[in-house]
């Protein structure tokens, strides 16, 4: 397992998908701050509720902020990744020296995981740092102990990525295609975060929309009090998230011929 991730590293510090995915987040923050504080000089009221970031404060919500450009991007990254394996052949080298197709998958896991941590970090940092500049660090309504919510939200929205970020390995695996784990990925992307909004307005429906970890970063108020207090279900519904998605995953894969 530790020669596999030793081997996945040295991969990854050597492509530019990486770099890529990094250049486009840690550049989004910088991006929103310039364009919200010109729309402000021009008379628009900053209203959280709308904007979600407004200062330096709110924007450790800049995952909440930019949940479904991070899940594409993620979901791009992660497909052509696991995709090129297939597609190259080089995952056979892999298998043939007699490496365990559950470690193999646990690596790649690993390696969307840790991109996806050190990306977001990275988004909010800066996020924080250029609406700071901008707008002041402020703070937000109705949160008296800015660090402990701080450091809760950003923990909880992270493993609500991950969770994601789970399915999207599992997806490439079992598609073993850059093309079509794209397509799958996008179209779960948006499947999961946009029908919630019609299943919530039914009274049978609505309650089964919080077992997809997307309902959550979509559509609720992390600035709010109420929203906090139902962070241990959100974490509860990504961790299940994450062992079920890499149980399938796994299986699946063990099963399947690589040709």
Known sequence: MLNLLAA???????SKKLYIVLGILFFLPIMQAVSFHFEVLNGKEPVQIIETVINGATAILMIKKNGLTILLVLSAFISFLIGEEFHNGTIRNALSLGRSRTHYYLSKLAVAASVSIVSVIGLTLIGMISYSIAFGFGGIAE??????????????????????????????????NSSFSLIWSFLYTIATGFLPSLF?????????????????????????????????EMILVSLITIVLSSAVGILLFSRSDVK
Do not use: C
Request: cysteine-free; glycine content about 2%; hydrophobic content about 45%.
């Open 8 to 14: 996945e590293r040295i991969k990854l510090f050597r």
């Open 143 to 176: 949160i008296t102990n800015y660090t402990s919510y701080a450091i809760k939200t950003f923990g909880t929205l992270t493993l609500l990525l991950l969770s994601s970020v789970s399915i999207y390995v599992m997806i490439s695996f079992l598609t073993k």
């Open 200 to 232: 919530q307005q039914t009274e049978h429906f609505k309650h089964m929309t919080n077992w997809f970890s997307q309902t959550f970063l979509f559509y609720w108020d992390f600035a709010q009090p109420a929203t906090v207090a139902q962070y241990p």
